[in-house]
């Protein structure tokens, strides 16, 4: 069974940065995607980035995200990371880590992902 385990959730200044990890485990193939997806109070869950483990073109970022957070993955561990700089409070919400159950062309949709965390709060506020 695949298990995904958010951390690194905290409270940053607007402009700041910060840094999410994602340790996953259980995956049979050492092919597979990781995706962050993030929900705000009130609005539905929204994809933000997601690589695949072996393809370093096979990699998505939201278009809100797109030359703020990177995504990546400790190349001796199956933990992802997401890097996000120039932080604003839109960014605030809780982050979740999912993966598919198999190895596609990686996309934002929800319904893509069947593993998920339980996710951890960043909170972008001064």
């Known amino acids: 069974q695949v298990q995904l385990v958010e951390s690194g959730g905290g409270l940053v200044q607007p402009g700041g940065s910060w840094r999410l990890s994602c340790a996953a485990s259980?995956?049979?193939?050492?092919?597979?995607?990781i995706g962050w997806f993030r929900q705000a109070p009130g609005s539905e869950r929204e994809g933000v980035a997601c690589?695949?483990?072996?393809?370093?073109?096979?990699?998505w970022y939201a278009t809100s995200v797109k030359g703020r957070f990177t995504i990546s993955k400790d190349k001796d561990k199956d933990t992802v990371y997401l890097q996000m700089n120039n932080l604003g409070p839109e960014d605030t919400g809780v982050y979740y880590c999912?993966?598919?159950?198999?190895?596609?062309?990686?996309?934002?949709?929800?319904?893509?992902?069947?593993?998920w965390g339980q996710g951890t709060q960043v909170t972008v506020s001064s």
């Open positions: 690589m695949s483990s072996r393809d370093a073109k096979n990699i």
């Open positions: 999912a993966a598919p159950a198999g190895h596609y062309r990686c996309d934002g949709y929800r319904s893509t992902y069947d593993y």
């Open positions: 259980g995956f049979t193939s050492p092919y597979y995607n």
